[in-house]
């Protein structure tokens, strides 16, 4: 028993460190057909998530998810430009990665957000409650800086 669990682990282990090159600049917020994922800029209801709206400068805005992002466990912030960010969140047993995508819109003044598993078909609901925990969170920053709200 202990080796099949010892297998599986390094399995997973190895599938998700390859992948991880193929994941740095990549902002197709296009879920795939598994459950694991959800997007502001998806169909399908069961995947659909709403985008961060922001009342600030886009720059302003990216820089509060980014404070968000850099005080979650276990998350990294790959890549970060004027208009992007992507972060990485590692579980902390099985260390699986998920891919967390965010890009400004300055017409439209919203965040669009995707969260992903990389590998898995199911992911148990754990990127729905992460999004909805950084919207949460960006709104009540978002409430504090304008108290006339």
Do not use: W
């Not at 579980?91 to 598993?117: M, Q, T």
């Not at 990127?127 to 709104?139: A, D, L, Q, T, Y």
């Amino acid at each position: 028993m202990k080796k099949v669990i010892l297998l599986i682990i390094l399995l997973t282990a190895g599938c998700s460190n390859k992948m991880e090159k193929n994941h740095l600049q990549e902002f197709d917020f296009k879920c795939p057909k598994s459950p694991n994922c959800v997007s502001s800029l998806e169909n399908e209801e069961s995947k659909k998530v709403e985008p961060i709206k922001f009342d600030s400068d886009p720059g302003k805005a990216l820089g509060q998810i980014e404070k968000i992002l850099m005080e979650m466990k276990r998350c990294k912030i790959i890549l970060k430009t004027d208009t992007k960010i992507h972060a990485v969140c590692t579980s902390l047993v099985f260390r699986f990665r998920d891919d967390l995508y965010f890009e400004a819109d300055s017409e439209k003044k919203i965040i669009n957000i995707k969260s992903a598993s990389r590998t898995g078909y199911f992911d148990f609901g754990v990127n729905r409650k992460r999004v909805e925990k950084i919207i949460e969170k960006f709104s009540r920053i978002q409430t504090d800086s304008n108290p006339s709200q």
